[in-house]
């Protein structure tokens, strides 16, 4: 049964990076077609997609991170990361990876349905 | 960016008794193949958000068939025909048309 789990940097000083990874267990996330993506929810608040990366390793970010995000694949530990630069105050959230299904749609492909959720991450952001 | 919003914000409900979220899209949803490109999810209390339907209406493996997702273009709706204790928790629409995908603000359901 495919499983996500979370893990990294739980507390950050302002101006440092980041890092989180997601471990996929019960399956390849390079091989059966799903893309991996991250989402997370500021204390108290609702839900933001950060981005995700297909199987191919194509990447898609929310663009009011742009510039410091990125989203990798790692085939060979069955892992997908984040890694966000230059953190303030507002990155601090539950941090959740998930898996989406892509599909071509005519000459369109889109990413939905996210049916595998981790147990989320909490990262604080203080000096 | 596509803005998504819910209403209403709160609904209190009674176990047995229906309910319906609403949820608008700033542009419409509805791609040429015909499909719909908005998610429903549920948050329970402490727990990560679950997947209910996708693609509108195409319910979830596990979902109950109390539950159910309509609508079409920029107006959608989640139902719920009996509600459960079970069902609270924050309930949130996304669209999944383009990047970046987006949520609505969510609807807390909550046990009168």
């Known amino acids: 049964q495919r499983q996500l789990r979370e893990s990294g940097s739980g507390l950050l000083k302002p101006s440092q990076t980041l890092s989180l990874t997601c471990a996929v267990s019960?399956?390849?996330?390079?091989?059966?077609?799903?893309?991996w993506g991250w989402i997370r929810q500021p204390p108290g608040k609702g839900l933001e997609w950060v981005g995700h990366?297909?199987?191919?390793?194509?990447?898609y970010y929310n663009p009011s991170l742009r510039g410091r995000l990125i989203i990798s694949l790692d085939g060979s530990t069955n892992q997908f990361s984040l890694s966000l630069r230059s953190v303030t105050a507002a990155d601090t959230a539950i941090y959740y990876c998930?898996?989406?299904?892509?599909?071509?749609?005519?000459?369109?492909?889109?990413?939905?349905?996210?049916?595998?959720w981790g147990q989320g991450t909490t990262v604080t952001v203080s000096s | 960016e596509i803005v998504m919003t819910q209403s209403p914000l709160s609904l209190p409900v009674t176990p047995g008794e229906p309910a319906s979220i609403s949820c608008r899209a700033s542009?419409?949803?509805?791609?040429?193949?015909?499909?719909?490109?908005l998610d429903w999810y549920l948050q329970k209390p402490g727990q990560s958000p679950q997947l209910l339907f996708s693609?509108?209406?195409n319910r979830a493996s596990g979902v109950p068939d109390r539950f159910s997702g309509s609508g079409s273009g920029t107006d959608f709706t989640l139902r719920i025909s009996r509600v459960e204790a079970e069902d609270v928790g924050v309930y949130y629409c996304?669209?999944?048309?383009?990047?970046?995908?987006?949520f609505g603000g969510g609807t807390k359901v909550e046990i009168k």
């Open positions: 998930a898996r989406l299904t892509p599909e071509l749609f005519g000459e369109d492909y889109f990413f939905y349905g996210m049916d595998l």
């Open positions: 019960g399956g390849s996330i390079t091989n059966d077609g799903f893309s």
């Open positions: 990366v297909s199987h191919r390793g194509t990447t």
């Open positions: 542009q419409s949803l509805l791609h040429r193949s015909g499909y719909n490109f």
């Open positions: 693609l509108g209406s």
């Open positions: 996304m669209q999944t048309l383009q990047t970046p995908l987006t």
